[in-house]
Structure formats: C-alpha cells, structure tokens
C-alpha cells in the first residue's frame, strides 16, 4: 500500500515537515509493504493558480496541464492521501487549497453526468488531515472553527468526491508536550493508516 504525503510549507525546517516526515516513518515502521511519497508543493513549486487552462478542463473543453496531470498520476498510485498543513485564516494554505482547486478536477476527482447527477469518483482514497495550529482547543471550540474546518474541508472537498477521511486531526500549540506531542501523534497516524480494520 502506499501513501501521498502532501504539504505547503515555505521553511524546510517547519513542524510540518516534521510532522509529515514522521508520518512517512509511521508507515515505513508497518513493514516493507507500505510506503509512502512526500509532495513538498512549496520545494516543488507547485502553481496554484486556477487559470483558464483550468477552467477549460473544468468545462470538458480540454485534458489537464502537465502539471495537473503529473499530480492526478501521484494520486492515482496512492490507496491514501495525507494532507499535513497549518492552519491559516481558520482554512488550508493558499497553495494547498490552490493543489487541490486545480487537481480535483471535474471528469476525474468527480463528474457532473449528463442526468446532473453527482458522480463521486474517489471512492477508493482514503484520506487523512492532520492541520496544526496556535489557538487552543477553548478558543477553537467556543468559535466552532474546528467544526467549519471540518465542514468546510473532511465534507465539502473530500466528502464530495467520495474519499473516505479516515483521520481528521487537529493540534495545537497549547497541547500538552508541544511539539514533541505533534511529531508523536503524526507518527502514530502513519503507522494507523495501513493498519488492518478491526
């Protein structure tokens, strides 16, 4: 089995890297079977602009740019996807949202039939979210932003192409053993992904 890592963070040296570099070892720790990718869009330099490119793949006028269809070829060899990131603006990095703006393309991440019904075509990614952050957990819970960040990304992205969010995590800097706490519970996510289902 094996897992897509992806993250948007600018400094190599970030909790995020560390965090989805002990995600990768999670996995790695589960035996030779499994393995993991790490999607660094900010070292890869990623472009997350929606263009018209894009939007003439959104209206079946043309195939995906290259590098849309390098990403859909990543995903395509993943059985799960791990989105690791910080939380900016209550919400995802511009360029992760840009990463998933352009890549979950109509006609491939799901389908708009010619009945107008919803065809959900990712059904087989399981994903995992695993978002840090500054506030703590009263602040998150006396606004509900961890329940519009759920809404808005486990329902609103993943939900409506059919992906199963198996994991959606949130830490915080005010948890008790930070930062150590974030690199422990990434790792033991990663181990968790590829676990048999009891």
Known sequence: MHALIVLAHPAPHSLTHAMAAEVANGIA???ASHSSEIADLAAE???PRFTRADLAVHLHQAGPPADVAAEHAR???????VLVYPIYWWS??????????RVFTQ?????????????KKLQRLQ?????????DQRTMARH?????????????IFGYCGARVATSELLLASDAGFPG???DAARAIGRRIFAPQS
């Open 29 to 31: 720790a589960c035996g």
């Open 45 to 47: 330099g990623f472009d």
């Open 75 to 81: 995903l395509e060899r993943a059985d799960a996807l």
């Open 92 to 101: 995802l990095p511009a360029l992760l949202k840009g990463w998933i703006d």
């Open 107 to 119: 006609g491939w991440a799901y389908e708009d039939d010619a009945g107008g019904k919803l065809v």
């Open 127 to 135: 994903v995992h979210l695993i978002a840090s952050g500054g506030a």
């Open 144 to 156: 509900g932003y961890f329940g519009a960040m759920k809404t808005q990304i486990d329902h609103g």
């Open 181 to 183: 706490a974030h690199l």
